[in-house]
């Protein structure tokens, strides 16, 4: 599915540091996420949440609004914790994409997520993204050796667009 954005949509996402779109994921994508347990890295774990955290029309809609490319997909959480893109643990971190388990509801991100409900969020980041250790460290990085200012490598960091 494409999704176009039109001015008005990055005018008011720049103006107010989210934007709302209707009809990102498709049903069965809805249905997938609401029968996910909390985590953290789920796409890692599951061939249908990778193909959704890559999904194209993500990656259309976050490259319109954050004018950037490449855009490459981070981490991805269930759960109620906040997200804040520019103190993120991933230097370089852009836009996020959320998706509410219980109001249903689609948004893009520019510089915090801050659930209420349970919620679906996926962080994407520029090409250059590094890792900067922060008092609640992932532990992917450290399984992968980065150490603070190592660059992400690519094979497990991959490209939402290029």
Known sequence: MNIEVTEAQERHFYANGEILFE?????????????????IDLWRKN????????????????GALTQKRPIRLLIDYLGTKPVD?????YQGALIAFSFDLTTLSEKFHLSQVTPVNPTYIIVYGEDTCRYRETEEPFPLPKRLGLGYGDRLPLKDFPYLIK
């Open 85 to 89: 893109l520019p103190t993120h643990p």
């Open 47 to 62: 061939e249908r949440l990778k193909k959704l955290a890559l999904s194209k029309t993500i990656g259309s809609i976050a």
């Open 23 to 39: 009809d990102v994921l498709t049903a069965a994508e809805k249905e997938l996420l609401l029968n996910q347990k909390e985590g």
